[in-house]
């Protein structure tokens, strides 16, 4: 199909309007069929249950063009299973995954003159998203809810090149320990606004989320999970049960080891263990790996040795090795490439 005349490398990471969005209603205990629209607005109650007690799970994805011209999206069955996840921690009914991966292929295809080309570094964001519809005052789930999946084409989040991020640690908390960090819902992120907002103002990129329960261990940033690398080559993640699941963390760790036969560890990290580190990488969909070059706690400054104007050697491979998985230049593992047309 032709493409939109749209300055492709040039975009940013913004909302632009796309033909198509998938919209079905959750009433009287099930699902409707749903269907595709070309209404981009959503009218509900003044009482709906989201605006009041803020009853809504997200997900985020990609598709973009192959090599070989094809449009694909990367692991969509696993946004599926997160947002099964999501839904039931915040009372919500489950939208069924093989529908939700049917739903995102459909929402793609009929916005496909919208899929950015190979090569432009811009790919098609899909943000699938679920809220409680119906009045809700007391306080209690919701009774109806309503599922969409919308698409908005980004543009190359290296634009201009990498520039490695500084990051603070945080003073604020994300996630309680048995709290809903590890869920993908729009409360996390109303409660960072004022960290990165404050972050931002004081010249940081991004805010280090510790544990909130001793304050000693790294768990994430706001919306991205992190990999360091020690100065033998080892892969370290983080693993709390208040920490968001990244896919592409996840996707990551199984490069590292059947692709690039590197050691990786699954573990506590502890704040003052940081400072061994050779590299530091911040991961998810939006960047699939953002180089971290210094961490500043407090005023104490840790510097990677791969320092402020290149991705270290390690993160790079595995940026590499990821990105030509899902650009079909690496034959990727069975199942995380799903064709879309
Ligand atoms: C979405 C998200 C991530 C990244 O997850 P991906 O599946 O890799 O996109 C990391 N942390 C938080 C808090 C998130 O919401």
């Known amino acids: 199909m032709e493409k939109v005349n749209l300055d492709w490398s040039n975009l940013g990471f913004g909302y632009m309007k796309t033909p198509n969005r998938f919209v079905s209603n959750y009433k009287d205990g099930c699902w409707d069929k749903g269907a595709l629209t070309t209404d981009d607005t959503v009218t509900i109650s003044e009482c709906a249950g989201v605006l009041q007690y803020a009853q809504t799970i997200f997900e985020g994805l990609k598709a973009y063009t192959t090599k070989d011209g094809k449009i694909v999206t990367f692991r969509p069955d696993l946004n599926a299973a997160r947002m099964k996840d999501s839904a039931k921690r915040l009372e919500m009914p489950v939208y069924p995954e093989d529908r939700f991966v049917e739903n995102v292929v459909n929402v793609v295809e009929a916005n496909s003159e919208y899929v950015p080309p190979y090569g432009s570094g811009a790919t098609l964001y899909i943000r699938p998203y679920m809220f409680g519809s119906n009045p809700v005052i007391g306080v209690k789930p919701a ?5 969409r999946i919308f698409t908005t084409p980004v543009g190359p989040y290296f634009k201009g090149g990498v520039h490695p991020l500084t990051i603070r640690v945080c003073d604020f908390d994300r996630a309680a320990p048995n709290g809903t960090g590890h869920i993908k819902a729009g409360l996390n992120y109303a409660m960072s606004l004022h960290a990165i ?31 360091f690398v020690t100065k033998d080559n080892k892969i370290v993640t983080p693993k709390s049960k208040s920490i968001l699941p990244s896919i592409t963390r996840r996707s990551l760790v199984h490069v590292a080891k059947e692709y690039l036969g590197l050691e990786v560890e699954e573990r506590e990290v502890y704040l003052d263990e940081v400072k061994d580190f050779a590299e530091c990488g911040l991961c998810g969909t939006a960047a699939v790996i953002s180089p971290v070059g210094k961490i500043v706690d407090h005023g104490k400054e840790i510097c990677f040795s791969s320092g402020m104007n290149e991705m270290g050697k390690i993160t790079k491979k595995l940026y590499d090795t990821l990105t030509g998985i899902q650009m079909g230049i690496i034959e990727a593992p069975q199942g995380w490439i799903k064709v879309i047309k």
């Open 143 to 147: 009774d109806e809810y309503q599922f």
């Open 197 to 227: 907002v404050d972050a931002h103002n004081q010249g940081y990129d991004e805010n280090m989320y510790l544990d909130s329960e001793t304050r000693t261990k790294v768990e994430e940033t706001g919306g991205a999970n992190f990999i």
